[in-house]
């Protein structure tokens, strides 16, 4: 009877740790709340069969293929790829659980009876410690849920937790045969040998438990300061863009004009990536940062005298020529920030999208008359972004103008103002 009562808390302890780790470790997401409960429902209902029908083991693989099923059924995309998960699942477990529950009465030479006895307090506390979780740890899981698992592993991290998964997959079951063996297959079988045997169990039973956890707490504190770090990021972002758009704003009639240009460069780039344009330069980092900087293109503004910025009418040629430092105005701003706030991706894009906006494809732009690829291709975004929308915006000088007119003058443009290439990726993204 108590062997069976604990192959059931054995695999009810598999079930919920592959629940939790799948979760909380490998960041895979949940089902609906709705379909969740029937899926899991009918989970145990299966394990519950399996485990009448067949035993322990077909038990605990049920509940590691339900719990691929249950990944592919969250996942969006890749969903078959979430199968593989419960390669290194397993190992993960048993690193945990074969050190607790297997090693110890093995070390000591507990009787059967004393080791079910054993087995069954430590899931007693596994339980109590789970209640706690699932009581006490309300405000961390909601916190969790509503804030961290929007991130996924890194590569780096998913090939950690696979390795030790592996690692200790093929530990637990050597152990456990040698365990079961009782020291069979030692040498002579010499009292000698058992005892330094039973020292290496116990070692190595120690050593995969504290690495195993150890992994565990470093990946669940590396999505801690991701979260925080996509907060400050977001503030810094927010920012930037508030700033932005006060010196933008101030002759009164072009609001939005940041967030607007900052949308089209977010398009283009990704049509242009779609395409497999510019590809050892546009990383997915790369266009992230680009959309974080793009508010900052016109910042060297803030110096342009009000009399030529809210003027209503066409600049002189001395106007124009004032108007004109605003870009290398913009790079000074932005190359001071970095001295004070230290380098970063975005400001270093920042201070280009700055100064080279205004350059021209063919080299008759300015401030200083780049031409082709030695204009960065940040800016190279920027320049379609920025004359579109001046181009499609009411302005204190102007009116805005027809969508196919502003199109006709981009397209006849390609070549000279622009760069072809990002031409024909603007029309491919549709922007309007």
Known sequence: MMTVLLEILETAAVAVSAVLIKKYVFLEPDLQPGFRRVFYGCGIAVVGAVFAAFGKDAAALAVLFLTGLSVCLGRKT???????????????????????????????????????????AMYGVSAVLLVLFLVKGKPWRNWFHGNMQRRSLRKSERYLLWSIGILQLFFSVSIAAQIEAGGAGIPGAAADYVRQFDVFIGISSI??????????????????????????????????????????????????????????????????????????????????????????????????????????????????????????????????????????????????????????????????????????????????????????????????????????????ESGTHFDPAIVEAFFAAKIQ
């Open 207 to 412: 050593t995969a438990f504290i690495m195993t956890v150890t992994i565990i707490v470093l990946i669940m504190q590396g999505n801690r300061r991701a979260f925080y770090h996509e907060k400050v990021a977001a503030m810094q972002s927010g920012m930037i863009t508030l700033m932005a758009e006060i010196v933008e704003n101030r002759d009164g009639s072009t609001g939005g004009h940041i967030r607007r240009t900052a949308a089209y460069v977010e398009k283009i780039a990704r049509e242009l990536q779609k395409q497999g344009a510019y590809p050892h330069i546009l990383t997915d980092a790369y266009v992230q940062n680009m959309v974080v900087a793009a508010p900052l293109h016109d910042i060297g503004k803030i110096h342009i005298p009000d009399a030529v910025l809210q003027k209503p009418g066409r600049l002189t040629e001395e106007e124009f020529a004032v108007m004109k430092t605003h870009a290398e105005a913009g790079q000074r701003l932005i190359a001071y920030a970095k001295t004070e706030l230290g380098e970063s991706a975005y400001l270093s894009m920042a201070e280009e999208m700055a100064v080279y906006h205004h350059e021209w494809w063919d080299g008759r732009g300015y401030p200083r008359g780049c031409k082709g690829e030695e204009i960065p291709l940040c800016a190279r975004i920027m320049a379609v972004a920025d004359v579109f929308d001046a181009l499609t915006s009411r302005r204190c000088y102007k009116d805005a103008m027809p969508l196919e007119k502003a199109y006709a003058i981009i397209r006849a």
């Open 78 to 120: 890749r969903r078959l790829r979430a199968l593989l998960l419960i390669i290194p699942l397993p190992g993960i477990i048993s690193g945990l659980f074969v050190p607790v529950m297997r090693v110890p009465p093995y070390l000591i030479g507990m009787t059967e009876r004393s080791a079910a006895v054993y087995q069954l």
